[in-house]
């Protein structure tokens, strides 16, 4: 997937600017896709001139003018493409897993705290995800939701962002006590 894909897709319940495009990924489309937001300014000239994107100026009497884009039929067309081909699987790369196979080999305080400091952000990220779900959803229940909502999509990715965070906090407490156990234990001996 290219940044452009992810763009194209926040980009389809409505006109942002980039200021808001930047602000959407920071809520919902970096559980997936994270980039920066001169990364989001850039993709957006580039979608632009492939005619992917359209742009429209609006004027504003107290603050400067902003652009705002909306996908396109040729973006819409590259978006039916993009979904139609096979999705490549995910691979996890995190430098916490790294230092927590090294477990067995070094002092395991500062791995504790860093493990401790994952759970805290997932904990939030919960906390965020389980908000949007329930604003997107209003006053459905989420089954009622998934069967007649408008807009199922960004609904599932929430959802998958809400159970990967809670994989996370989960396992982060699993080694924090397993490691914990293991400390105690080596040290009674």
Same mark, same amino acid.
Not at 93 to 100: G, H, I, Q, T
Not at 152 to 171: I, K, M, Q, S
């Given at each position: 997937?290219?940044? /452009?894909?992810?763009?194209?897709?926040? %980009?389809?319940?409505?006109? #942002?600017?980039?200021?808001?495009?930047? /602000?959407?990924?920071?809520?919902?489309?970096? $559980?997936?896709?994270?980039?920066?937001?001169?990364?989001?300014? +850039?993709?957006?000239?580039?979608?632009?001139?492939?005619? #992917?994107? +359209?742009?429209?100026?609006?004027?504003?009497?107290?603050?400067? $003018?902003?652009?705002?884009?909306?996908?396109?039929? +040729?973006? #819409?067309?590259?978006? @039916?493409?993009?979904?139609?081909?096979?999705? /490549?699987?995910?691979?996890?790369?995190?430098?916490?897993?790294? /230092?927590?196979? &090294? &477990?067995?080999?070094?002092? !395991? @305080? =500062?791995?504790?705290?860093?493990?401790?400091?994952?759970?805290?952000?997932?904990?939030?990220?919960?906390?965020?995800?389980?908000?949007?779900?329930? !604003?997107?959803?209003?006053?459905?229940?989420?089954?009622?939701?998934?069967?007649?909502? @408008?807009?199922?999509?960004?609904?599932? !990715?929430? #959802?998958? =962002? %809400?159970?990967?965070?809670? =994989? $996370?906090?989960?396992?982060? +407490?699993? &080694?924090?006590?397993?490691?914990?156990?293991?400390?105690?234990?080596?040290?009674?001996?």
């Amino acid at each position: 997937m290219a940044l /452009k894909h992810a763009v194209l897709a926040a %980009l389809l319940d409505e006109e #942002l600017s980039g200021y808001q495009l930047a /602000k959407s990924f920071g809520l919902g489309v970096a $559980n997936f896709w994270h980039a920066q937001p001169q990364q989001l300014y +850039a993709e957006l000239t580039r979608l632009e001139g492939d005619g #992917l994107i +359209a742009g429209r100026e609006v004027v504003q009497d107290t603050r400067p $003018n902003k652009r705002l884009f909306e996908v396109t039929a +040729a973006g #819409l067309a590259e978006l @039916e493409r993009f979904t139609a081909s096979a999705a /490549k699987p995910s691979f996890i790369r995190d430098d916490l897993f790294v /230092k927590v196979q &090294a &477990a067995d080999h070094v002092d !395991t @305080e =500062g791995l504790i705290g860093q493990l401790a400091d994952r759970a805290a952000f997932a904990e939030g990220k919960i906390e965020l995800f389980e908000r949007l779900l329930r !604003t997107m959803r209003g006053e459905r229940d989420e089954e009622e939701f998934l069967r007649h909502g @408008e807009r199922v999509g960004p609904y599932l !990715t929430c #959802l998958r =962002g %809400l159970a990967f965070e809670e =994989g $996370n906090r989960d396992w982060c +407490a699993r &080694a924090i006590t397993v490691l914990r156990e293991r400390k105690a234990a080596r040290e009674q001996h």
